[in-house]
């Protein structure tokens, strides 16, 4: 049983002992696997979980312990050889939430810059508003703190450099809360993508619909555009940038590249309650060869939940539902020996009768399940795991700063298309 | 039908073969729509609907397939029956009432069902061989699901296309080879806890991992044969073999013995 969520299954997410199991496990795994061992990100991970001597432990601060920060909070507080030293929130609130789910063992700080002068501090993760992502991530990169900053990686394009250029520039690790990265059936998708069994990508397709207004309580009126500060340009991006970052960082990953060039509508057409956010986003990117990505983000209706699916000239991968489906379904065995029989003139027999053969169930007749074994994980676990291995072994985790940098480009690059019209190009590089 | 359909032709360029792939295709989607139970607009479906309350019409190539069903009803002495859900035991098709003039079809008890899942395959396969042998195929293998196999002329290399049964949990390796020129093989048995044929006789589920290979000249023939025999204790089925010209049946029984599966050729016909 879960103890802190007696509803939720008994996973390696929710149990120490769990988990620690889980995580040795998957080193070897690791070690042993072409498919995570091709990747670099995936590297620290081979590094086995430490025990709890003081020497393995790294000491992490948390800036920012809303809804998000929580949830990584929870992760870190299981995490073998990880020490929750500080946190740090300017609303007293979730401060004292999060200080009573740690024990109130970690240092409690308001002001961020006074946690970073902490000097055994080994590392920050950073689950803020977006418009305090780039001031806080350089800050900590100064403080030569490893960083984990929660996507999308920040609220303008000049920030997404700076902070992109400061990361590549230091030794220390940067990380980005792109969990997708960690993820078993992304993973496999990416896999079956550059094995080439779905032909070259020519289209990829994804939407996030969601049918609520996106608004937190708020006690006191002055707090509105604090707690509620993804509806407001100031604080936030909007949809490109809480929800479509993630199917963005995905095109960029399996079509390895960046994108070309991006137009886009968007409105706010249902949610008329003083929002300064679209809550209907609907923006086409061009990358190199003519591949298009469509993306398309609703808070109205929740019919179609949410989606990406890549459109191969031999097949389709729907990524969140975990499903490849082939064009053309191959042969039947059988169909194949006599095939082979034929081309080397052999009559050798040819073993094919049996009973009928069926499909598993009509619907997904052509579907083909796509691997789900990290424990039940959608990454966020492993991608803390990583993160503290990496600090360990203080070694930069490769092409994640690319990672970030790419979709935090283009979820900014969709949000400008919407709001000037015309053709956005994508603003070079970083370095 | 819920399964796959194969087809190599080994003496046919790309482009034609193309041709007769798409052609082959239509041929089957018109034919799963006259004889699947899952397609609402189909025939059958209709004619499962509606023969209950009272006369039905059926279609031409419907009343083409029922007639092959009595038929062989009659010449499997029973044991071959497409009408389902009867309240009486060993009571199917002769609850049926067929109007030939009126091309019309009567459910006389509730309940019944008609099902062609012992016999629809082997018609679609006979559908298409004779429409590949008009197109000028000389040679080819054809399989629907599997269980409905069905060659023309002769394997490149040799006289025949040496066909064989394939091993229940064992994939590639054959138990029994048959030697088929112009002609059908049609397997009926359970996998592995997945009874599903209905013994006329007692209503109930045939059980126990068995299968029953028979061969004839025409796919319907053979498939039909072989729900026949599955469903027959060994002593019976000599008498309705007789029917049956230049038909082979082999049956095979397999026992889990802790892990590993054993399997015996329990009986055979020549």
């Known amino acids: 049983m879960n103890s802190q969520f007696p509803d939720e299954p008994h996973t390696p997410a929710s149990d ?94 308001t002001d961020y810059r006074k946690l970073l002068d902490m000097p055994d501090l080994d590392g920050v993760l950073i689950a803020t508003p977006l418009h305090e992502h780039a001031p806080m991530c350089l800050h900590a990169l100064a403080a030569d703190k490893h960083v984990f900053c929660e996507k999308s990686l920040a609220l303008t394009v000049d920030e997404c450099k700076a902070i992109a250029r400061a990361a590549s520039t230091g030794k220390r690790v940067f990380q980005v809360g792109h969990q997708r990265l960690f993820s078993a059936s992304f993973l496999h998708a990416h896999e079956i993508v550059r094995s080439g069994r779905i032909g070259s990508i020519t289209q990829i397709r994804a939407s996030w619909h969601r049918n609520n207004d996106w608004r937190r309580q708020v006690p006191t009126p002055e707090l509105e555009r604090k707690l509620n500060w993804r509806l407001y340009r100031a604080s936030s991006a909007g949809l490109m940038a809480e929800l479509a970052s993630h199917h963005l960082q995905i095109a960029n990953w399996y079509l390895d590249a960046a994108p070309l060039s991006c137009v886009g509508y968007g409105s706010i057409n249902h949610w008329k309650d003083q929002r300064e956010v679209y809550d209907n986003v609907n923006v086409l990117f061009r990358y190199r060869d003519g591949v298009t990505f469509i993306y398309d983000s609703l808070t109205s209706n929740r019919h179609h939940g949410m989606e990406i699916q890549v459109l191969g000239s031999r097949g389709t991968i729907e990524g969140e539902s975990g499903k490849l489906y082939l064009e053309q379904p191959p042969p039947a065995p059988g169909i194949k020996t006599a095939i082979d029989r034929i081309e080397r003139a052999s009559m050798e027999t040819i073993p094919i009768g049996g009973p009928s053969w069926q499909a598993d169930s009509k619907s997904d007749a052509l579907g083909q399940a796509l691997r789900r074994d990290l424990g039940g994980d959608d990454g966020t676990l492993l991608s803390m795991a990583a993160f503290a291995n990496a600090i360990r072994l203080n070694q930069p985790i490769p092409q994640m700063i690319d990672h970030a940098y790419r979709s935090g480009i283009a979820a900014l690059m969709g949000q400008a298309a919407m709001d000037q019209g015309g053709d956005i190009a994508w603003p070079g590089d970083y370095k | 039908m819920n399964t796959r359909f194969c087809m190599v032709l080994p003496a046919v360029n790309v482009r034609e073969g193309m041709v007769l792939a798409r052609h082959t295709q239509a041929l089957l989607r018109e034919q799963e729509l006259m004889m699947s139970r899952f397609i609402p607009e189909g025939d059958l479906a209709t004619l499962n609907r509606t023969a209950t309350h009272g006369p039905a019409p059926v279609s031409d190539r419907l009343w083409q397939v029922l007639d092959t069903c009595r038929r062989h009803q009659r010449l499997t002495g029973g044991a071959f ?17 067929f109007d030939a003039a009126a091309r019309t079809l009567h459910f006389t008890e509730p309940g019944i069902e008609l099902d062609l899942g012992g016999i629809g395959k082997g018609i679609a396969v006979d559908l298409v061989r004779q429409y590949l042998i008009e197109q000028g195929v000389e040679q080819a293998l054809l399989s629907f699901g599997e269980s409905s196999v069905a060659v023309i002329g002769a394997h490149p290399a040799g006289d025949y296309w040496p066909i064989g049964v394939e091993h229940l949990h064992e994939r590639g390796r054959s138990l029994h080879r048959f030697e088929l020129r112009d002609a059908a093989m049609s397997t009926s048995g359970n996998r592995d806890g997945q009874a599903h044929i209905v013994i006329p006789a007692s209503g109930k589920l045939v059980e126990g991992c068995t299968t029953i290979s028979v061969t004839s000249p025409g796919a319907a023939d053979a498939e039909a044969l072989s729900t026949a025999l599955f469903v027959l204790p060994a002593a019976r089925r000599a008498s309705v073999l007789q029917n049956y010209r230049g038909a082979q049946a082999v049956e095979f029984a397999y026992l889990k013995r802790d892990a590993s599966w054993t399997v015996e050729k329990r009986w055979q016909h020549e």
């Not at chain 1, 990100?41 to 025990?51: D, F, H, I, N, S």
């Not at chain 2, 497409?82 to 002769?94: E, S, V």
Request: proline share 8%; aromatic share 4%; charged share 20%.
């Open chain 1, 16 to 109: 120490p002992a769990l988990r620690r199991r889980f995580l040795a496990r998957l080193a070897g795994s690791i070690a042993g696997s072409s498919l995570l061992s091709g990747l670099p990100w995936m590297a620290p991970l081979r590094a086995q979980p430490v025990g709890d001597a003081p020497s393995d432990r790294v000491r992490l601060g948390m800036i920012g312990t809303g809804s998000r920060g929580k949830l990584l909070l929870q992760h870190l507080l299981n995490t073998p050889g990880v020490e929750v030293a500080a946190l740090c929130d300017d609303y007293p609130p979730h401060l004292t939430a999060a200080l009573a789910l740690a024990g109130g063992k970690p240092k409690a700080f």
């Open chain 2, 81 to 97: 029956d497409i009408a389902q859900g009867a309240r009486r035991h060993g009571h199917g098709m002769d609850l049926l009432h």
